[in-house]
């Protein structure tokens, strides 16, 4: 049976949502429906996915948050894994974080990657009955 699938990327880091994109449609089946909308930062993700909640099987949140000089780093990743983990239980429907943090661009440039594993995760999850 068809799924329907939608990834949030955040956009900030351009090349680092790129490769978690290109990462993740790996492992999502050919068969199913996919969407992706870009949002301008790892914030935008949940709300997002919450406005779409109702439209689609599963979900991907893509996106790349690097620390910086000040705390922001910590409440940005802490309120997105959240928010995301609160859609998830409430809906009852699979989302994948594939939000990496990082301390620098080195690190994201080597963690692109990570999509996959988002997307793997849903997939397990959407198979259990």
């Known amino acids: 049976m068809k799924k329907k699938y939608l990834i949030v ?3 900030y ?3 680092i949502a790129k490769g978690l994109i290109e990462s993740s449609l790996k492992w999502i089946p050919k068969s199913n429906i996919v969407k992706i909308i870009r949002v301008p930062g790892v914030f935008e993700i ?3 996915i919450s406005k779409n909640i109702r439209k689609y099987d599963a979900f991907l949140a893509l996106g790349c948050v690097i620390k910086g000089q ?3 780093f910590d ?3 802490q309120a997105s894994t959240t928010a995301i983990m609160d859609l998830s239980v409430l809906s009852k429907k699979p989302i994948g974080n594939g939000i990496i943090t990082c301390l ?3 690190q994201a440039k080597l963690r ?3 999509g996959a594993e988002a997307a793997h995760a849903v997939n397990s999850v959407l198979s259990q009955k």
Do not use: E, Q
């Open 9 to 11: 990327a955040a956009d």
């Open 13 to 15: 880091y351009k090349d």
């Open 70 to 72: 000040t705390p922001h």
């Open 46 to 48: 949940p709300v997002t």
């Open 75 to 77: 409440f940005i990743s």
């Open 112 to 114: 692109r990657k990570k």
């Open 104 to 106: 620098n661009m080195k």
